[in-house]
């Protein structure tokens, strides 16, 4: 059973290696090694492993072997969804107390025998009839809940985030290629609001600062810590990179390539 699927499905969908997380995921992880990190905690996950991965998050994941695929399941918990099902059940919202970005669940058998309980319902698309997934999704929730009654905290929490340290989230997130829009919804603010804040603590604009601080930390790890461009232009916001190079050239003057083959054989 792999992860395969349309963006639009709320289950199984294929998860981009680096994004922001809008609704709560529940993630399943079937076959292979995966590690990431949401925040500023990195995660690891092997076959068996199953966890919920909280919405208004910034998150990334790699396979830990490059050369397999892992299979994993990633249920969506959006808000029409758990709105519809707190109104049927009348569940009350508790207080939720952990701040973890990715929550590991109290093991439970019900959890992989629910897994295995939707290999029928995949069509040849590998998608689910919207009907039995709404099915589904409530009973995988309801198993969630009867194991740790806390999570009503959590899932039926419809808040948006609060004004929060706009420099400290910054210097923690910098590397992750998302939206302005992102980023000023995450810290609290609207997008004029974020603008201005950011221009009179930074004294810059934040496309400009983040270019420049992505760019000093790949100067960084090529001179002092010895990595190849190709292994850190991702890791660093950049989508490519052709992109890469040609920003760290009109800002250094030289290549990645070129800086990385001086460290080389400094005396050329």
């Known amino acids: 059973m792999s992860a395969a ?8 969908r294929e998860i981009p290696a680096e994004q922001f997380i809008p609704e709560h995921v529940f993630f399943y992880l079937i076959k292979g090694e995966m590690s990431g990190h949401c925040g500023n905690k990195m995660y690891t996950l092997k076959p068996g492993e199953y966890g919920i991965i909280r ?20 249920i969506v ?5 758990l709105r519809t099902f707190q109104e049927k059940r009348k ?23 629910f ?14 009839d919207k009907t039995i997934l709404d099915v589904k999704r409530e009973e ?20 948006i985030p609060e004004k929060i340290d706009l420099e400290k989230f910054m210097n923690l997130n910098y590397k992750f290629n998302v939206s302005i829009q992102r980023f000023a919804f995450l810290t609290g603010r609207s997008l004029s609001a974020f603008k201005r804040d950011f221009k009179q603590l930074f004294g810059d604009t934040p496309n400009h600062w983040l270019v ?21 232009y ?20 030289l290549t990645p390539t070129e800086l990385s083959a001086q460290k080389m054989h400094p005396g050329r």
């Not at 897994?115 to 689910?128: G, M, T, V």
């Open 55 to 74: 919405k208004n998050r910034l998150g990334r994941y790699n396979r830990v072997k490059e050369n397999t695929k892992p299979e994993k399941v990633a």
């Open 91 to 113: 569940t009350k919202a508790t207080t939720f107390n952990s701040t973890d970005d990715f929550l590991h669940l109290d093991h439970n058998d019900l959890i992989p025998n």
């Open 212 to 232: 420049q601080r992505r760019l000093t930390e790949a100067h960084f790890l090529i001179q002092k810590m010895h990595k190849r461009p190709t292994e850190i």
């Open 234 to 253: 991702h890791d660093l916001g950049f989508e490519d990179l052709s992109h890469f190079s040609y920003a760290f050239k009109k800002h250094f003057k």
């Open 77 to 81: 918990f959006d808000e029409p969804f």
């Open 115 to 128: 897994i295995h309980s939707l290999a029928p319902y995949y069509n040849d698309r590998h998608e689910i």
């Open 5 to 12: 699927g349309t963006r639009s499905q709320p289950i199984d």
């Open 140 to 159: 995988l929730l309801l198993i969630l809940m009867k194991s740790q009654p806390e999570l009503a905290g959590l899932f039926f929490d419809y808040g």
